[in-house]
């Protein structure tokens, strides 16, 4: 159970955090993992608690560990004792050992989601006012028949500077009559 714990920790743990290896997670990460799992349940044990029990395991680890250059991480040892501590607070009137067997179970095969996450929708009017069929007047002009934009070509109105006022028939024509 706890292998199964140690690979819910490591996902967690690497979850928005490019930078690292899995065996460390901070506490927004780790408040994340509570809450995801269920640990976090709002009346037994909130988001208070979790954030009390983090500092409370970082803190008395770290002094024994003398591990002050990442004091605001927790290892999967660390991890263990916090759960311990939370199973304690969720499952009350059970035994230590059952209330962390619990709180693996609750934790197995997790991953960290990613609900309320912005996404990109194109549905009611988003996906009317997106369609570049529907263009008029000078808007139509930015857009080929596929719908792909002409870049800089249909934003801009290209000058001639040929020398000939515009709509005048005979441009290019100068310098043929004078030769004859």
């Known amino acids: 159970m706890a292998s199964e714990a140690e690979r819910t920790f490591q996902r967690f743990a690497v979850f928005g955090e490019s930078s690292s290896s899995g065996t460390e997670m901070n506490n927004k990460n780790f408040s994340k993992l509570c809450k995801d799992c269920g640990i976090m349940d709002g009346k037994t044990v909130t988001s208070t608690d979790v954030d009390i029990v983090f500092s409370k395991v970082n803190s008395w680890i770290s002094v024994l560990l003398t591990r002050a250059k990442n004091a605001r991480t927790i290892t999967f040892q660390q991890f263990q004792e916090a759960m311990k501590e939370l199973g304690q607070k969720r499952f009350k ?14 934790m197995e095969g997790k991953d960290p989601a ?28 930015r857009f080929d028949e596929s719908g792909k934009g002409k870049g800089i070509a249909g934003r801009e109105d290209v000058t001639d500077n040929s020398g000939y006022v ?4 005979g441009a290019g024509t100068y310098d043929k009559k004078g030769n004859n």
């Open 166 to 169: 515009s709509g005048y028939k």
């Open 114 to 141: 990613t609900t309320g996450v912005t996404k990109a929708t194109t549905v009611g009017g988003v996906s009317r006012l997106t369609d570049t069929s529907k263009y008029t007047g000078t808007h139509k002009e």
């Open 93 to 106: 009137g059970k035994s230590p050992d059952e209330a962390l067997e619990n709180i693996y179970k609750l």
